[in-house]
């Protein structure tokens, strides 16, 4: 049984989450996409938000003979997966610049938790740049983020925001 967490803010989920996802889906049995519960950040999004969209875009995914999932957490990635009873960390990279930060997390996550493996996918080109960040701050200048968004995931901001 190879399963795998994807953990994540997903605040809210983007295209570029799902090519990760798509990618990782031939090398796992199960992935559990993770909602990390973060009370440091102001969300868009609260986590049951989060989870109920991506839990209806699931279905657009197929599988590919993998079961996904969705959760949510607090507290430590690595002591969520071992929960879990994971045996992957799938994250994604986009840029160099993600790379300081990911080997990080990853070397720390291996501390804690020596069985379960870091797994990294390399961006999907069309979306390297795409982040939930971005998407936010160029939905809210009233900038267009269709084919980087899920359209579901759009017209969710666009109900949070109608006067934008
Ligand atoms: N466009 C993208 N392409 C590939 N990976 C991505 C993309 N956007 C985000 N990711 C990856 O998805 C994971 C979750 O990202 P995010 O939701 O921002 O949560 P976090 O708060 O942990 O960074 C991270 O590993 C991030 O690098
Ligand atoms: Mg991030």
């Given at each position: 049984?190879?399963?795998?967490?994807?953990?994540?803010?997903?605040?809210?989920l983007?295209?570029?989450?799902?090519?990760?996802?798509?990618?990782?889906?031939?090398?796992?049995?199960?992935?559990?996409i993770?909602?990390?519960?973060?009370?440091?950040?102001?969300?868009?999004?609260?986590?049951?938000?989060?989870c109920?969209m991506i839990r209806?875009i699931?279905?657009?995914?197929?599988?590919?003979?993998?079961?996904?999932?969705v959760?949510?957490?607090?507290?430590?990635?690595?002591?969520?997966?071992?929960?879990?009873?994971?045996?992957?960390?799938?994250?994604?990279?986009?840029?160099?610049?993600?790379?300081?930060?990911?080997?990080?997390?990853?070397?720390?996550?291996?501390?804690?938790?020596?069985?379960?493996?870091?797994?990294?996918?390399?961006?999907?080109?069309?979306?390297?740049?795409?982040?939930?960040?971005?998407?936010?701050?160029?939905?809210?200048?009233?900038?267009?983020?269709?084919?980087?968004?899920?359209?579901?995931?759009?017209?969710?901001?666009?109900?949070?925001?109608?006067?934008?």
């Open positions: 049984m190879r399963k795998a967490i994807f953990p994540g803010s997903f605040d809210p983007t295209n570029g989450h799902l090519d990760v996802i798509r990618r990782s889906l031939p090398l796992f049995d199960e992935i559990v993770s909602v990390l519960n973060n009370p440091d950040k102001a969300p868009m999004f609260s986590v049951e938000e989060r109920e209806e699931i279905p657009s995914l197929g599988g590919n003979g993998c079961e996904i999932s959760a949510s957490f607090s507290g430590l990635t690595a002591h969520f997966a071992r929960e879990m009873e994971a045996t992957a960390i799938v994250r994604g990279i986009r840029a160099v610049s993600d790379y300081e930060y990911e080997l990080r997390m990853a070397l720390m996550n291996r501390k804690l938790e020596p069985e379960i493996e870091t797994v990294f996918f390399m961006a999907g080109e069309p979306f390297s740049y795409v982040s939930s960040t971005l998407m936010k701050q160029v939905f809210l200048l009233g900038g267009r983020v269709d084919g980087l968004i899920p359209e579901l995931v759009e017209a969710k901001m666009r109900a949070k925001l109608p006067d934008r």
